[in-house]
């Protein structure tokens, strides 16, 4: 299992901030919160996306795949940074897994992969203490099962869009059980933040009405070719 942390520098009071930042912009009375928060969620409800990127979130993924992380990072938009457990310096020698549900129930299945994952961690241990390869370089056979640890910092566009794709059943399972946990873990940090969770972070065929996937899982209709 795979642990979120929301760190202490993450928007407490995200609807109210954002109501603030546009308030500036509008000549309007931003002393006053309550103002603010309903400023905010006309924004938000509005779709003026660009207030959205005043509000931080910074946050540690612990213990999830090394694989999963690798998907993370192709989310761009709003140029979010990261810092990853380094493979030269950390030992690997013992390190954990993911193990997929679907290999968890396979008795079979489960025996090859933990054995597969035991090999790796003796090969790693023996290129380096045995035949003295830098780690540096004992580390290229770790596998993408393995677990990681990354600090993460993003704005609230760039993880609202994110979400959009990774709550969809083509998404990899790992990575929709990740969106989940950041949701359950930014609910807890505030009310606003629950409010923003429960009506952003969706599947996109909840903003479009309609599944624009090839492979469909039948939430909503697929979308019809144009005629003529
Ligand atoms: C089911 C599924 C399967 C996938 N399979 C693969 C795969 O096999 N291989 C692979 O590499 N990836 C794969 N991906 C990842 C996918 O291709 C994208 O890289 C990922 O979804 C992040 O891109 P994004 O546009 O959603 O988000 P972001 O990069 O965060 O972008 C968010 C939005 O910002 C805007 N934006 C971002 N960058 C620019 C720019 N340069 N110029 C203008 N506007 C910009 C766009 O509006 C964009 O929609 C898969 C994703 C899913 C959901």
């Not at 992969?113 to 035949?131: C, D, F, N, S, V």
Request: aromatic share 8%; charged share 30%.
């Amino acid at each position: 299992m795979g642990k979120v942390t929301i760190l202490d520098t993450t928007t407490k009071e995200p609807i109210t901030l954002m109501g603030e930042r546009a308030g500036i912009c509008w000549g309007s009375d931003t002393a006053d919160p309550k103002k603010n928060y309903k400023r905010g969620l006309d924004c938000l409800e509005s779709g003026h996306g660009r207030v959205l990127e005043f509000v931080n979130v910074e946050m540690v993924l612990d213990g999830y795949s090394a694989r999963v992380i690798r998907e993370w990072y192709t989310h761009l938009g709003g140029a979010p940074t990261r810092l990853q457990a380094s493979t030269r310096y950390v030992n690997y020698e013992h390190f954990d897994y993911i193990l997929p549900p679907k290999i968890a129930k396979n008795e079979e299945a489960r025996k090859l992969y933990e054995e597969t994952m035991q090999t790796i961690a003796e090969a790693a241990g023996k290129l380096e203490r045995e035949l003295d390869i830098p780690r540096e370089d004992a580390a290229l056979v770790l596998p993408l099962g393995m677990t990681t640890k990354i600090v993460d910092k993003r704005n609230v566009r760039n993880l609202i869009d994110m979400s959009n794709q990774r709550l969809c059943t083509r998404t990899y399972w790992e990575y929709r059980e990740l969106m989940h946990d950041i949701m359950n873990a930014l609910s807890a940090v505030s009310e606003e933040w629950a409010e923003i969770v429960s009506k952003c972070f969706v599947p996109k065929c909840e903003l479009t009405g309609y599944c624009p996937e090839k492979k469909s899982c039948g939430r909503k209709p697929k979308k019809m070719p144009l005629e003529g």
